[in-house]
């Protein structure tokens, strides 16, 4: 029988953040997380209870912590430092940003790392077999229709990045909790009340910001790779009309390029890739401003897959 | 070399070593070489011993990636390198790299898998403001806005403050001279010009022993013993290819660097590389260097600080007291290029500014 | 005066039907070629070629007339090429 993070209470799991630290894989990637913040313990046991617990790893790609650098600043203001391998490549910040502090510092250990992929700043989700690559700009809507969909029945595999394969092309998963800020955090609650979210964070540089649970089969499919089928440029646009438009697959090809973490990195096999990406996928313009029309232009597309 | 902490240092000096490593190794070995610069150098040794098919995938992700990384530092460098020979072409003057990018363009072994942060250029004193003018109407505008810094590097340093350029937002660094003109030593930087090679149509590199002796020089006075052993491993690298490359190059080597008044560093670096990574060096060489060598309590010292300061800067490395001997080595440094009445001003100002401006990003979901 | 395409640097070209992809390998920049740069850089590949032949080659693939406008258009787009180091001349 498998055992799942959430067989743990969450004071067995604070108490094993603060020792050894909890092995935690998501995708392709194992992180080891230590934290003696309580909030981190609460966010992992509610967003990632889905996910596998392994009392060993054997290899473990990103070491990391989230502590206070020294306990005489504990009496004051506390505040966090992400530590990666012993280095900490952030400003640290306030205890009450913990979580979403933890989450970014795991995304920043795949964007800068992990050149084995070819990595879009996008969402990615599953349906009738084939992949929907949304790559977006920051405050595009692109997370809130990523969680809307998954709340719809499309199969998350990431809300950040996709990881796209030089081998084949295909999507790889890395599914872990959809960022959310500000008025999304509302919109989603209306649009489905069953979805689950972590700690919110309060006063961070994008506002307020928690993150929305990812369903169990979306964490349970984490390691099947699914075949390229439509890239979508979201917008959001405050009032505007639902509307879907096919874009030529060059001006595409370029967009996605300015999505990438590692495009240019990768010379001319991110090139390569990129072509058989676009060359795989229909590709769209979409503005919206209303979830349920969004999800049924999107429920319409899926039955595109051929 | 049975201290279990050292393996990156290990599997350097025996690469067949690579095949028989566990899992756990290779847990330790990926942090310490990422914090020493090295991932892309061991992967470089990984397909040099032709391992990639029976390593495990895991941590070669680590590698290939860094691999990568450099690789496109390489074609951007090769670019640059284009772009400055035109502009100093269109001066009549040749374009003389050094260290990494050097490296690069000499297609050096030792560049294989190899990062490297900015571009070094030396050019004659003389010719220097043609230069920076015309780098300027190509878009090289100098990073440092600090009039204070401004002034610091004119004054006192070797090179003036670094470039970037603004569209491509690379890094230049145009040298004038070798070391700063407070420096102890006084190498004259047209004996050094005078001996160039050239590698390709008006771009040079300095001569295979000036290249051993200004790297040697390099690490043991900049004080930047972040990436100590990278160093030290480039440095090995050049000897091991021009001893089996240049007729004459260990002959060359030590009455040069009397010549160039930079015997002392090369004594270290000969000698560091001999202790850290067992590098062959002919016994006359090594005798002959003797003459940089310094007192006997002088050379206990520097062994204990240099062992300690040129392992990689990881906790799973640190022999005890790795951080004082970094920050003495720090202050020798200074000490080597400054007189002692600039430098306590200096030191002081830039701990406070390191302090004010550390260089960290605010942790974000999106694009870095 | 011949131009050419600088050999040390790979050109990769891709088209969906549209317009077309160029990745220069030098730069490692990717562009989008306007319609009359494309059978520009194409015919280059072939071999060096002096521009007035080249200019002619282009108006005969695209059935335009070799008039002034169209002779400063591909001025225009030949010196953008060369800008970018695309395009060479010797």
New interface residues.
Partial sequence: MTSRISDFDIDHLHALLKSSGLFLKTG?F?YRIRSSVRSVAEGLFLLYGQNRFFPEM????F?IRLDSPNSLRRRFRPKLD?YF???????P?PISQAFA?L???M??CV??????YLKL?AAVLEKNGRALVMPA??GSGKSTLCAALMLSGWRLLSD?HALVSLHDSHLIPVCRPI?LKNKSIKVIEQFDNKALFGPLCKDT??GTVTHMRPDARSVELDDTPVKPGWMVFPKYIVEGETRLTER????A??KA?E?S?N???????G??TM?KL??ACDCYNFSYSNLDEAVETFEKLSATAV | MSDQSYLLLEVIRAPERLARLSMADWNRLIPQARHALLLGKLHALILEQDLLKVLPEKPLNHTLSAYLASEKQHATTAWEALKLERALGSLEIPLVLLKGGAYIQAKLPVSTGRLLSDIDILVTRDRLDEVEENLHSRGWRSSKQDSYDDRYYREWMHEIPPLKHITRGSFLDVHHTILPPTAKYKPDAEKILADIREVSPNVYTLSPVDMVIHSATHLFHEGDFDHGLRDIIDLHGLLIHFSDNEPGFWEALVPRAIELDLINPLYYALHYCQLILGSEIPDFVLKQAEKGKPNALMSGVMDWLFMRALRPDHPSCDLPFTSLARSLLYIRSHYLRMPLHLLIPHLTRKAWKRRVAENKQEATAGLP | MSLYIPPDFELILKSYGNETLLFHSASGDTLLLGPTAVPLVQRLRQGPLDKQPLFDHVAEELNYEVDDEFISHMEEVLSGLMKRDIVAAQ
């Fill in positions: 392709p194992t054997e290899f473990v790609d070491d992400f391998d012993h280095q900490t490549p952030f400003k910040l502090f989450e970014w510092g995304n920043w964007s800068v790392h992990m050149n084995q700043h700009a920051p950040e960022s540089h994008k030529i697959k060059e001006t090809f370029l390029g999505q973490f495009y240019s990195l990768l010379g001319a096999k090139f390569e072509s676009i060359e």
